[in-house]
């Protein structure tokens, strides 16, 4: 654009040469002192234009583009002909950084909305960053950054990346018979666990005798029955381990693969009304999480702060800070994820009486069938794509 500026600077110099007039001198005057206007006027608007990101959905299923929206805010008298855009977004997994050129016009007094669509090809948390807005003249001579007059104006936004509902009908076990420990009771349904109260009432026909709370009922001179509490024991544990070099020709496709696993088996639980744990290690704290889940809400809630706690390089830290917990209870049934597969781990685990049942679910990117023979456990090949159909088989 500047050599556009230059041709007609020049044309209106051999203009006022070539004729005589008023009229050729003003125009050649006006074209010499332009740049010093357009200037003026991109410096006064740079002040009052703003840029930000409006509230952005919060996830979405893998392979859909989400709306992103920008809010561009024009809040001087002069428009904007060129408002230049730069947006840099990455999934904080794999780390692999993509941009985004945006030009667009801009009213005086006035508010635009543009809406970009991403999408992911891998599952986390993917960041949406402002990497800069600039405005400029009609003939692009001058590009003047714009500052956020605000320290709260939304210059970042993220999503995450989510795998869709994958069927099972898988068989559930029934663990209520193993003497499972909880210290965690129902909130809404009674029980037969003496150790707990849920509710006292008064007595109706067919509450039983040895329930009487003869105490309150001597004080409010009327029958009071006690209602138990029902336990709510993590029958099934799931505990996955991102331990996954990152160097690793397609360590993306094993990350991938398992979290499809770890969510299709948490999910079926959870709509299936079995209560269960997940446990990974969180990279950002630096220490183990473990959620209780009950319902296919709290599934999903863990399954997103799985999704933002990034991969580590260290050797099995969700099993084996598991195993050093003083406090953990012994449950029916471990299922274990991992890419890495070590002979000797279920033998560890078996020591430490973590569960009744065992079993290695490991994660293979091949369509290969890996016979391995495990004394303790049962070892499950989890492949790449086809998630459902490698858990099909296994009593829950």
Request: glycine fraction near 4%; include cysteine.
């Amino acid at each position: 654009m500047l050599v556009f500026y230059l041709v007609l600077l020049s044309v209106s110099f051999l203009f006022y040469i070539l004729y005589q007039g008023v009229f050729s001198f003003y125009l050649f005057a006006f074209m010499a002192v332009m740049p010093l206007i357009l200037f003026i006027m991109t410096k006064i608007v740079s002040k009052k234009v703003s840029v930000t990101f409006a509230k952005a959905q919060e996830s979405c299923i893998k392979g859909s583009r989400i709306p992103i929206t920008l809010r561009c805010e024009n809040n001087s008298r002069i428009p904007v002909p060129n408002l230049i855009i730069e947006v840099q977004y990455f999934n904080t997994i794999d780390k692999q950084t993509d941009k985004l050129k945006i030009s667009t016009p801009l009213f005086p007094r006035d508010v635009q909305y543009l809406t970009l669509r991403l999408s992911s090809e891998h599952y986390g948390t993917v960041k949406i960053k402002l990497r800069r807005a600039r405005v400029c003249d009609m003939f692009r001579l001058f590009k003047m950054k714009i500052k956020p007059r605000d320290k709260g104006l939304c210059t970042e936004t993220a999503f995450t990346v989510i795998p869709g509902v994958i069927p099972l009908e898988n068989p559930i076990a029934n663990y209520n018979d193993m003497g499972l420990e909880t210290d965690e009771f129902s909130k809404d349904h009674k029980g037969d666990d003496p150790s707990e109260i849920f509710d006292i009432h008064e007595y109706q026909e067919g509450d039983k005798i040895n329930r009487i709370h003869w105490k309150l009922s001597a004080k409010q001179n009327t029958t009071m029955v006690k209602d138990y509490s029902l336990p709510l024991a993590s029958s099934i544990i799931l505990i996955i381990d991102m331990d996954i070099d990152r160097t690793q020709t397609g360590h993306m496709k094993l990350y991938d693969t398992a979290v499809e696993a770890v969510s299709a088996v948490s999910l079926y639980l959870a709509e299936n009304k079995m209560a269960h744990k997940l446990i990974w290690f969180d990279t950002i704290r630096n220490e183990n999480m473990a959620v209780a889940i009950k319902n296919e809400d709290e599934s999903r809630v863990a399954l997103n702060m799985l999704l933002r706690s990034g991969l580590h390089g260290s050797d099995r830290p969700a099993i084996n800070n598991y195993m050093n917990t003083v406090d953990r209870f012994k449950c029916g049934h471990l299922l274990y994820f991992s890419a890495r597969y070590d002979d000797g781990l279920t033998s560890v685990m078996n020591d430490a009486d973590l569960a009744f049942r065992y079993t290695y679910m490991l994660i293979d990117p091949e369509k290969v069938k890996k016979e391995i023979y495990d004394d303790f456990a049962d070892v499950v090949d989890v492949v790449s794509g086809a998630a459902a159909e490698s858990i099909k088989d296994i009593c829950l």
